[in-house]
C-alpha cells in the first residue's frame, strides 16, 4: 500500500524549534518529488516547501523561508522539516505529500498530517 | 505569486444535486489546475488533475473544466459522502497556490 505517515509534531514555545519527519512505503520514494503543506486550525490549505526526487532543488514560502529547512534521505525512505524559530502563526496541521508523476505537478498521495502547536 | 479565488465560499445542497464550484486564477495557468476533497479531520484527496483529468479511483460524477484562468469543479450529482471542503490548486509555478474552499453541505 502507498503510504506517508507524518511524526515529530507537538507543543513547542515560541522560539523553539522542532522536526518533522514524514516515512513513505509502497513506492520508489527516490523517484518522487516531495511537498510539505499545512492547514491552521479552521483555515484552509497553505504550501510550505517543495524538494526534488534527488534533493537537489527546493524551495520555500515566503512565510518560512529562513526557518524552515526541508530535507530527504533515499536510503530511510524519509522526508524532513526542521522548523526553528517557530511562532504562534505557524500552528497547524502539517501534512506531507507526493507529487504525482508528470508534468502537471498534483498531490497524489498525502500523509494523515501531524499537528504542531506554538504556544507559551 | 499567482492568486486562486474559489466561489463560493460554501454552498448547500441535497443529494443528488447537481453542484459547481468554480475556480479564477490571477494569471493564466494553461490546464495547470487540480482539484482536492478534504473531509473533517482527514487529508485531502486528489480529484482531478491538469483541469479535467480524473485521478485514478475518483468517481466519474466528478468532472473538471476550463483552463487559461477559469476552471469549474462539477458534480454531477451529490451523494451523501460527497459532502466536504473543496479546494483548486495551480501547479504552473511556485508557490503552487490554493484556493480558500469551498464547503458543501446538506440542505
Known amino acids: 500500500e502507498v503510504q506517508l505517515v507524518e511524526s515529530g509534531g507537538g507543543l513547542v514555545q515560541p522560539g523553539g524549534s522542532l522536526r518533522l519527519s514524514c516515512a513513505a512505503s509502497?513506492?520508489?520514494?527516490?523517484?518522487?518529488?516531495m511537498n510539505w503543506v499545512r492547514q491552521a486550525p479552521g483555515k484552509g490549505l497553505e504550501w510550505v516547501s517543495y524538494?526534488?526526487?534527488?534533493?537537489?532543488?527546493?524551495y520555500y514560502a515566503d512565510s518560512v523561508k529562513g526557518r524552515f529547512t526541508i530535507s530527504r534521505d533515499n536510503a530511510k525512505n524519509s522526508l524532513y522539516l526542521r522548523m526553528n524559530s517557530l511562532r504562534a502563526e505557524d500552528t497547524a496541521v502539517y501534512f506531507c505529500?507526493?507529487?504525482?508523476?508528470?508534468?502537471?505537478?498534483?498531490?497524489?498521495?498525502w500523509g494523515q498530517g501531524t499537528m504542531v502547536t506554538v504556544s507559551s | 505569486d499567482i492568486q486562486m479565488t474559489q466561489s463560493p465560499s460554501s454552498l448547500s445542497a441535497s443529494v443528488g444535486d447537481r453542484v459547481t464550484i468554480t475556480c479564477r486564477a490571477s494569471?493564466?495557468?494553461?490546464?495547470?489546475l487540480n482539484w482536492y476533497q478534504q473531509k473533517p479531520g482527514k487529508a485531502p484527496k486528489l480529484l482531478i488533475y491538469?483541469?479535467?483529468s480524473l485521478q485514478s479511483g475518483v468517481p466519474s460524477r466528478f468532472s473538471g473544466s476550463g483552463s487559461g484562468t477559469d476552471f469549474t469543479l462539477t458534480i454531477s450529482s451529490l451523494q451523501p459522502e460527497d459532502f466536504a471542503t473543496y479546494y483548486c490548486?495551480?501547479?504552473?509555478?511556485?508557490?503552487?497556490?490554493f484556493g480558500g474552499g469551498t464547503k458543501v453541505e446538506i440542505k
Open positions: 509502497g513506492f520508489t520514494f527516490s523517484s518522487y518529488s
Open positions: 490548486q495551480q501547479s504552473y509555478s511556485t508557490p503552487p497556490a
Open positions: 491538469a483541469a479535467s
Open positions: 494569471q493564466t495557468i494553461s490546464s495547470y
Open positions: 505529500a507526493r507529487v504525482r508523476a508528470g508534468v502537471f505537478e498534483a498531490f497524489d498521495i
Open positions: 524538494i526534488s526526487s534527488s534533493g537537489t532543488t527546493i
